[in-house]
């Protein structure tokens, strides 16, 4: 079954930029249909704790981004995650 939200994550995965701001219109020309009335009403549809982590969400949590919905503008800001450093790993002695 193909994952729907699959143009997202292949439009997100080939950005150079950090930042990625798109419009709601903009992601729905990108994946082909309406997003849910969730994703235009409600911060949770785009910042869901990872343990409910639902298809849409592995659109940018693949291509390595966090999104940040601003609802009233209707856009959502796509940033690069940092990859974060156990500060353990650069204390002399450690095994981290």
Same mark, same amino acid.
């Given at each position: 079954? $193909?994952? $729907?939200?699959? /143009?997202?994550?292949? %439009?997100?995965?080939?950005? %150079? =930029?950090?930042?990625?701001?798109?419009? %709601?219109?903009?992601?729905?020309?990108?994946?082909?249909?309406?997003? /849910?009335? #969730? #994703?235009?009403?409600?911060?949770?549809?785009?910042?869901?704790?990872?343990?409910? *982590?639902?298809?849409?969400?592995? =659109?940018?949590?693949?291509?390595?981004?966090? #999104?940040? $919905?601003?609802?009233? =503008?209707?856009? *959502?800001?796509?940033?690069? =995650?940092?990859?974060?450093?156990?500060?353990?790993?650069?204390? $002399?002695?450690?095994?981290?």
């Amino acid at each position: 079954m $193909p994952d $729907p939200y699959g /143009p997202l994550f292949q %439009f997100l995965n080939t950005r %150079f =930029a950090d930042r990625v701001v798109l419009r %709601f219109g903009e992601i729905e020309d990108l994946i082909g249909f309406t997003l /849910p009335t #969730a #994703a235009r009403t409600k911060t949770d549809w785009w910042t869901e704790a990872e343990s409910e *982590v639902g298809i849409h969400r592995r =659109a940018w949590m693949l291509a390595k981004r966090t #999104a940040s $919905p601003n609802l009233e =503008a209707r856009t *959502v800001l796509f940033e690069r =995650a940092i990859e974060r450093v156990s500060w353990r790993a650069f204390q $002399p002695g450690s095994r981290a």
